[in-house]
């Protein structure tokens, strides 16, 4: 069970690693296109544009890390036939096709 558990953090931590590097150009190349100017850093910038980034940005990263945690527990399902370690199955959350993983994290 440890080697399940030494596992699965790599997975996840892979997937996270690579969704929100993404997540971050994504949202600094939209923040150019829709401002005009690079996102503000080290103080730059009025406080409603450093609220707004910041907002943006926090948003990005938490979508971003749900979706990599989803994604990384559906390709653990895959690879292993299992679920990951603080996930159980859950026989009811495929009733229509690609809607879900079939994982529910345990309380």
Do not use: C, H
Request: hydrophobic share 45%; glycine share 14%.
């Amino acid at each position: 069970m440890v080697g399940a558990k030494i596992g699965w953090k790599l997975v996840q931590a892979a997937f996270t690693i690579v969704v929100g590097l993404a997540a971050s150009k994504a949202v600094s190349t939209a923040w150019k296109l829709g401002s005009g100017g690079k996102p503000p850093k080290n103080g730059q910038g009025g406080y409603a544009e450093v609220a707004v980034w910041a907002a943006v940005s926090a948003g990005a990263a938490a979508a971003a890390r749900l979706f990599a945690e989803r994604r990384a527990a559906a390709y653990w399902l895959k690879s292993t036939g299992y679920a990951p370690p603080g996930y159980e199955a859950d026989a009811t959350a495929r009733l229509v096709k690609g809607t879900d993983t079939g994982l529910t994290k345990k309380d």
